[in-house]
């Protein structure tokens, strides 16, 4: 039985269920999901049942069992750096963002602990990944998410997203940074420069009113909102031709979902503003 922890919001969430899913598989054995983060929780919620994957979640004696104790004694042992064992079954991700070749390497019965924030975890299990990430029938019969996706489907459509919200205040500038409207003039030329026929630029983000009265300048443009969950955005998202994106795991994912052969993805070079130097895996996609 392989366990994921399942935390933070809908891009982690992915992110973690998608490297649990493809090691799962490919050891022939059940996956499980623990959601016990989501209880004490006010800022984010468990979002992965908008989505067609095979949801089952584990039970308080799996968890433990897998993952260890984590009773208020060796609570208390961790906060005054004692050592509190783990099970061998137990995996903790080393480094985010780099690729640990080991994960694979574990055993068939394992606890997964971590963001997982890199593609090569799942890259080979592609096609199973895109199924699971599409949005359920229940979703899609809204009107207003149809209206959308029949623009996008009928435009050469460009997703450009901005993400805001949490990611204004001090300690999480500190170690995300952002993209500023500097960054997506330049992106927004490079695909008017390398796109033949004229675009429509679809805007997703947490913050539209922003995004309302910076994106003046651009004509050809529709503001995406009313969405009955992030999850019909990321369809929407993933379903234009190309995509420009900013530097959040819920953006990445709707350019990696994007299944157009001759997409145009354009990212920030910055991932980190903490981490400079690193980024997450971006393919071959351009970085500005």
Request: charged fraction near 25%.
């Amino acid at each position: 039985m392989i366990i994921s922890k399942i935390t933070g919001g809908m891009g982690n969430q992915m992110f973690q269920y998608a490297c649990a899913k493809t090691i799962s598989i490919e050891n022939n054995v059940e996956l499980k999901l623990d959601i016990d983060f989501y209880k004490q929780q006010n800022l984010r919620k468990y979002e992965l049942s908008s989505f067609q994957i095979r949801e089952e979640m584990a039970s308080k004696r799996e968890i433990v069992n897998l993952s260890g104790n984590e009773n208020l004694w060796n609570k208390i042992k961790k906060k005054v750096g004692f050592f509190v064992h783990k099970p061998d079954s137990y995996y903790i991700e080393k480094k985010s963002a780099l690729y640990d070749k080991n994960i694979k390497k574990s055993g068939k019965e394992l606890y997964l602990d971590g963001y997982w924030q890199n593609s090569r975890y799942f890259d080979n299990n592609r096609e199973c990944i895109l199924h699971s990430f599409s949005l359920k029938e229940a979703h899609s019969n809204d009107i207003c998410f149809k209206n959308n996706l029949h623009q996008i489907l009928e435009s050469e459509s460009v997703a450009l997203h901005v993400r805001r919200g949490d990611y204004l205040l001090n300690r999480n500038q500190k170690h995300h940074g952002g993209c500023d409207l500097d960054y997506y003039k330049q992106a927004i030329l490079y695909i008017k420069d390398s796109v033949k026929n004229d675009c429509m630029f679809f805007i997703f983000s947490d913050d539209i009113f922003w995004c309302q009265e910076n994106f003046d300048f651009l004509d050809n443009k529709i503001f995406i909102t009313g969405a009955v969950n992030p999850a019909c955005d990321l369809e929407l998202m993933k379903n234009c031709k190309h995509n420009i994106i900013s530097n959040s795991t819920f953006s990445w994912w709707g350019a990696w979902l994007n299944d157009f052969d001759d997409k145009i993805v354009i990212a920030p070079k910055v991932w980190w503003a903490s981490r400079p130097g690193e980024t997450i895996a971006l393919d071959d996609w351009i970085k500005m």
